[in-house]
């Protein structure tokens, strides 16, 4: 099994975001900051993707092996290295770095351009941008770090919004969709699953039947739920209800706001079918998982 990328590091990072988020935060990103003096890493492969994003105002030289292949190169602020998971990857920095290091879970990163963007990612994702410039990116890393800096009680709320700033500007930027050709050879593409999963937003409150949802994309109702589950990889109805369960847990973070009220707003016919499906998939009750996942205050 491919190690994680931070069990290398030659140094302990000064700000690091894991162990100090509300879960959901932590779904999508781990976010650790160094000034590290000239050092290397061994080569390995890993299951995550990463990017060092560089702040440093000098540029420096870094040699970066990647499957075989020596790149060595003036590291400049601002510029962003990525590495993809899967590739064989080693470090050398000649000066003391000053960087953030951002990793992502593939699964997690698939499943928000998913849901959040409407985005059928290729399964080659990010091999075709091992590194670029994009200071803007590299500021909405800055905005993670100092929320990390901050350590307030407010901290996990704001890592969490600009965990997602941070990952719809990479995925718009610089994700690769699935080729549309591939999609529409299962007659299911990512422009359906745009309609899709903006008509389910549209109607969360309400009851969404099989049929709506073939009828927004042209297809009969068995055609529609044969080729949604080869692509999505679950039937529609499954879809529509983690959809639901994902956007209930969202506003559950909200401690003031009843469970009633939260499952009508998401399409419950009452609290105890809210909790009879929100059990079914999260493996607990919503009061239970409430008074878990929330901070006590004080």
């Known amino acids: 099994m491919p190690n994680r990328y931070r069990d290398i590091y030659p140094s302990l990072p000064l ?8 879960a959901s935060a932590a779904q999508l990103m781990s976010v ?22 560089n702040l440093k105002d000098d540029p420096h030289r870094v040699q970066n092996r990647r499957d075989g292949q020596m790149r060595d190169f003036t590291f400049r602020k601002n510029e962003i290295v990525m590495t993809p998971a899967g590739t064989r990857s080693g470090w050398r920095w000649f000066a003391t770095s000053d960087v953030i290091v951002i990793t992502l879970q593939p699964e997690a990163v698939a499943h928000f351009a998913e849901r959040e963007l409407g985005m059928l990612l ?14 803007d990116l590299c500021t909405a890393g800055i905005m993670m770090r100092d929320t990390l800096e901050a350590g307030d009680i407010t901290s ?6 600009m965990a997602r700033v941070f990952l719809v500007k990479l995925l718009q930027r610089y994700g690769k969709q699935r080729p549309e050709e591939i999609a529409a050879a299962g007659r299911f593409t990512s422009a359906h699953h745009r309609r899709v999963l ?10 969404i039947a099989l049929e709506d949802l073939a009828r927004e994309v042209g297809m009969s109702p068995s055609s529609f739920s044969r080729t949604f589950k080869e692509v999505i990889g679950r039937t529609p109805m499954q879809f529509v209800l983690s959809y639901r369960i994902e956007q209930a847990l969202k506003m559950m973070n909200d401690p003031a706001r009843p469970l009633g009220e939260i499952a009508l707003a998401c399409g419950f016919a009452d609290q105890a079918h809210f909790s009879r499906s929100f059990k079914q998939v999260i493996g607990t009750t919503p009061s239970k998982h409430r008074a878990t996942a929330l901070p006590t205050p004080g």
């Not at 003096?37 to 492969?45: L, R, S, Y």
């Open 198 to 207: 903006a008509y389910v937003r549209a109607n969360l409150d309400r009851t």
């Open 32 to 53: 650790q900051y160094f000034q590290a003096p000239p050092d290397m890493m061994p080569e390995d492969v890993f299951a995550e993707h990463h990017l060092l994003l």
């Open 15 to 22: 700000l690091d975001s894991e162990g100090t988020l509300h």
């Open 122 to 135: 290729d399964e080659t994702q990010f091999k075709d941008t091992p590194q670029f410039l994009d200071a």
């Open 156 to 161: 996990a709320v704001m890592f969490e919004a």
